[in-house]
């Protein structure tokens, strides 16, 4: 039955794993930013980067769904 399911099981824990990541990165980075008193425009920029980050990992895997890899 595992076997039958590899490819799925596979692709669920990547993703799991890729969701986690981009949370502790998000922590981190808000932590540092914290502790440094960065401008509002400063936040908004990193935050705006890491979003595009995980927005590109998201499209990639809305992407892959439609052509069927």
Known sequence: MISDNFELIEAIGLNLCLAGLFILMTYAVHDILKKNNVPMIGKIVVYFVLF????????????????GE
């Open 52 to 67: 595009l980050g995980a927005a590109g990992f998201i499209f990639k895997g809305v992407m892959q769904l439609f052509i």
